[in-house]
T-cell receptor, first 114, second 113 residues
Framework: KAGVTQTPRYLIKTRGQQVTLSCSPI?????VSWYQQTPGQGLQFLFE???????NKGNFPGRFSGRQFSNSRSEMNVSTLELGDSALYLC?????????????FGPGTRLTVT | GEDVEQSLFLSVREGDSSVINCTYT??????LYWYKQEPGAGLQLLTY?????DMKQDQRLTVLLNKKDKHLSLRIADTQTGDSAIYFC?????????????FGQGTTLQVKP
């Protein structure tokens, strides 16, 4: 079974631009979560989607948004990019209904804002 | 509140045991997890433990949970150079059926040959 895939793997953007990152979960997984990883703040939860609905949201400004499609694929968008948005963005999928909630992570998208 | 703390660095010799420690604050956490991250990669789920368990063993990995002290540890037996990585502990945050994980800062494990 294929793992979680994220595209693109690397991205360079300029301050003020916007960016869209994509995540395809493991087949059969309906829950997708997004995390931001930076050297200073570590791993921080952005949001979680299930059945096209945002179920949980972390403490990030409104410039960060996401959505989930009917095939469980998810996208996250960051508008008006700031230098501090440079990070590794990780997506994780899990099988809803599994009480253990094992989350499987993709390789991440490395975003650099200049 | 929800907070997870880990020591930042551990160095061991190949063949020794490694013990990575973690403390958490949310006493309502039901599951606690250990993840491994190698350079340039995402996170790999290593193992997890349910909060009503004291210990879980999975091949070379042993997880110990002291719920009273909110202390979690991961022991890696016969540590190999391939175990060099950053190890994160995480608790499941929020209430109800949520996939939100609260991670520690990560412990860098250095294995010397």
């Amino acid at each position: 079974k294929a793992g979680v895939t994220q595209t693109p793997r690397y991205l360079i953007k300029t301050r003020g631009q916007q960016v869209t990152l994509s995540c395809s979960p493991i087949s059969g997984h309906r829950s997708v979560s997004w995390y931001q990883q930076t050297p200073g703040q570590g791993l921080q939860f952005l949001f979680e989607y299930f059945s096209e609905t945002q179920r949980n949201k972390g403490n990030f400004p409104g410039r960060f948004s996401g959505r989930q499609f009917s095939n469980s694929r998810s996208e996250m968008n960051v508008s008006t990019l700031e230098l501090g948005d440079s990070a590794l963005y990780l997506c994780a999928s899990s099988f809803h209904g599994d009480r253990v909630y094992e989350q499987y992570f993709g390789p991440g998208t490395r975003l650099t804002v200049t | 509140g929800e907070d997870v703390e880990q020591s930042l660095f551990l160095s061991v010799r190949e063949g020794d045991s490694s013990v990575i420690n973690c403390t958490y604050t949310d006493s309502s956490s039901t599951y606690l997890y250990w993840y491994k991250q190698e350079p340039g990669a995402g996170l790999q789920l290593l193992t997890y433990i349910f909060s009503n368990m004291d210990m879980k063993q999975d091949q070379r990995l042993t997880v110990l949970l002291n719920k009273k002290d909110k202390h979690l540890s991961l022991r890696i037996a016969d540590t190999q150079t391939g175990d060099s990585a950053i190890y994160f502990c995480a608790e499941r945050g929020g209430s109800g059926n949520t996939g939100k994980l609260i991670f520690g800062q990560g412990t860098t494990l250095q294995v010397k040959p």
